[in-house]
């Protein structure tokens, strides 16, 4: 028979067994934590009517996605999880209870030019409130408790939550006139970290037409810094100037004041005037998240208050305000900068029991016993030497193999051996179950990411 | 601006949220359930080098598959988990540790022609364990504890497992002189159910060749019935006449012998000699789940084991054994039987917390203590009436609202209702959070499907 060589195409993330158990508890930490917020998890198809997903049509979105045609179809694979939920919501109108709170964890395709660490294949952690006609700044503030509690659980306290709100932005531009350059003007300002300010008003002179003195007000604007209360006091200066400012302020100082309340620490959260995301799809508070020690990677959590999510298939007026994690990108920056906890015991087996018996009868309902009691246990049931069951359980990296010969059947006990330490003790089966299942609960406490 | 009427294509699911809650239920049992016995999940990419995925051609599934080019590449969706997980094994055969016990429930498409519950997109929730070389028949034995778990949890007890030998059923018609015929006669056996043993005769006289004598053989063989004990005490009347068969039977007493240990009452286990499923895939025992009461809803979940996962990558030989549950198709086929049961709570949210004052804060800290206790909480911060605020939480179908007035914040209480039975108490936070946790813990123990 003719061979083809196995291969995985690139651009297309394909993880080894310990490094998807990584993966899986990273997974497993955003489904508790939107769960707890009460969002409801959705499943919407890979595939949809082409013309369903390119209804806002036009841009790099058109050249990236992955279109075709069956039969008669023509078929698009999704790019986010956003177009799915416009076209979800709107079908599904009359059934949905409003604000309905949806997550959803899937894969979307890009077909990005390949290079290191872009996918094609990808997968998003999104989380969106959708409001029928209106929907309260009080699910605006929500919002950072819960990135706060994401990345606390995956064991980080040196990442910041940055907020501003694009209504204190376009006041402010109006204010000085310049509404209609305030595209360009916000995409300069983005620059501000990686160029400085200098720089920053040399282009807002020269590409965006500004003014000196507006540019002077600009970056005098740009560089408000401080405590929450310090840039909130420093924005109250500009009040009353502006209807859209007053009221972005008015949305970010109720943003701040429930900080407290959602449990979010004051240095986890800050207000950042430069941050201004998509130009033309966010309305009120946006949001970015850096990992403190890694500005590098850019921000691993981001979104933003939308006006409205399905314009395009209905007439409904349906605000939001959601959240997207690139997971796929999250995991495989972490990875490459060794920030994945190699402490974290990512066996998928707590435990391996091994017969050491004529008949594996006895092992089989040991492990069936430890089974009921929780653990994650495997039967090794191959005629091998004990060398190689030995060499099998290092192998899979299981933290315990238990042993079961005549002598303990016939006590009713069991020999546990810690592969870690090489510790082994002899037990009932209750009390092996009880130890191996203490090390499960401490290594479920275990920090999916380092923090170094 | 021009609307796009909003649809999903006909042949992929979408759920609404209650159902969606109800299929998340039984994806958590199967990964659970699939995990306690030691299986690491995978995920591997739903789009492969379209050679990879054809490399066995032919047949239904090439006019099936999703197969489309982008640049230069020829690429298909995924039609079923196993030969990406065949290629999966092939490509990363030094690094894994075998046996490789692997799971994995995801998405795999089918341009079927569509029809009423046939889907072209659909979950596959697979488990399989690899041998490197040799596999030892205790891993067939181990297979009906699985399937019985996870219908167990399901909430199932008249379910059977059913369970043959292809060995036996290839040493038996070997012994007839029918080896080349087997096939077709296996095909036509099949029909037994369906058309009865008078007719299933006629077929192996006029369509299979065989003889008078060699066809009341057969009926006589596949008549073989009754207590596992009774079946394997018929089966040794044919003992020591074929290699393959003696080997089969004694294969089939492992699997029998070992039922207790692993837990599988008898009356959930069959020996049924007349199933074969795939004809040239299988060669050892073979699993097929049919539902007691339902048996027109077919096999919910079936395998066997087979010699050579990866003989279109590799040279080297990796026998398996493995089922797969169709689980869209089972959980479409369980709702239109009105099976799925209505009893079990499927609101994402186990209370809605309701500000009953000037300020949220402290509804808003209420909720963050009710979170970290484990309860679902969500805020309801919209500015509506209080009778609006009860129609959302009913259309929500939360089991519980929180009202938090200024009475109950000066006592440090709260007042919970029960939205089912209208009985609402005033409770510490605490009280409340145990309240709602014990709801949802009982819950967690309602069947998701129902036996009637």
Known sequence: MSMIKPRTLSGFMELLPAKQAQMERMMAILRDTYSLYGFAPLDTPIIEDAQILLAKGGGETEKQIYRFTKGDSDLAMRFDLTVPLAKYVALHYNDLAFPFRRYQIGKVYRGERAQRGRFREFYQADIDIIGDGKLDILNEAEIPSIIYNIFRRFGLTRFQIRVNNRKILNGFYAMLGLSEKSGDIMRTVDKLDKIGADKVKGLLLSECGVSEEAADEILKFIAITGSNGEVIAALEGYAGRNEIFDLGLSELKTVCENLGAFGVPEENFAVDLTIARGLDYYTGTVYETTLLDHPEIGSVCSGGRYDNLA?????????????????????????????????????????????????????????????????????????????????????????YIVLLGDDEIAENKCSVKDMRTGVQVTVTPEEAAELILADKRKNAECAVILEK
């Open 311 to 399: 314009e395009y298939y209905t007439t409904q007026k349906l605000p939001g305000v959601g959240i997207s994690i690139g997971l796929t990108r999250l995991f495989y920056v972490l990875d490459e900068q060794n920030l994945l906890n190699p402490e974290m015991n990512s066996c998928a087996c707590d435990a391996l029991v091994i017969p050491m018996t004529q008949t594996p009868a006895a092992a089989i309902a040991l492990a069936q016993s430890l089974r009921t009691a929780g653990v994650r246990a495997q039967v090794y049931g191959e005629q091998k030497k004990f060398k190689q069951k030995m060499t099998y359980a290092n192998k899979l990296g299981v933290p």
